[in-house]
């Protein structure tokens, strides 16, 4: 199966590849590749964040590789940049905001805004896995790095 992307901007952008799997425009807005967990079932995902420019962020997730709806959910948490390694939500204290389901062929999308730039907030966003929507079995099956 091939998939295609198209992609439209207004402004000029200026593009850089790292090998981390990181393009940016500016430091304010990236695709950054998902690193899968070791042994999790996930096939590749990426993370864009994108300045709205009127101090709001747009954040959204696409993978592939996914277990389908039937066999559980999915969340987005985000690492604080706190220091205290504290998980959260990425779309505030109500996790529903943060969930996203894969379809029946494994691919899963998300989509919040943000009020502020993820990336002074957090150093790292994660895909966990939430068998049976249990949160006592959730699981982290891939992670972007921010920093």
Known sequence: MQETSTITMTETMSHSASSSGVMNETTTSAAIAFVPAHGQMFGSGWLIIASLGNGDYAVTLHATGLE????????????????????????????????????????????????????????????????????????????????
């Not at 709806?69 to 948490?77: L, R």
């Not at 985000?78 to 905001?97: C, D, E, F, K, Y």
């Not at 990336?119 to 068998?131: G, I, N, Q, T």
């Open 68 to 147: 389908s709806a039937s066999m559980g959910n999915y969340i987005v948490e985000a690492a604080q940049n706190s220091g205290q390694m504290a998980r959260v939500p990425i779309a505030g204290t109500n996790a529903t905001l943060s969930e996203f389901e894969a379809d029946s062929s494994g691919n899963g999308q998300f989509f919040t805004v943000l009020m502020e730039n993820p990336h002074s907030l957090y150093e790292s966003v994660s895909v966990v896995y939430l068998p049976g929507m249990e949160m006592t079995n959730a699981t982290v099956v891939a992670t972007a790095a921010l920093m």
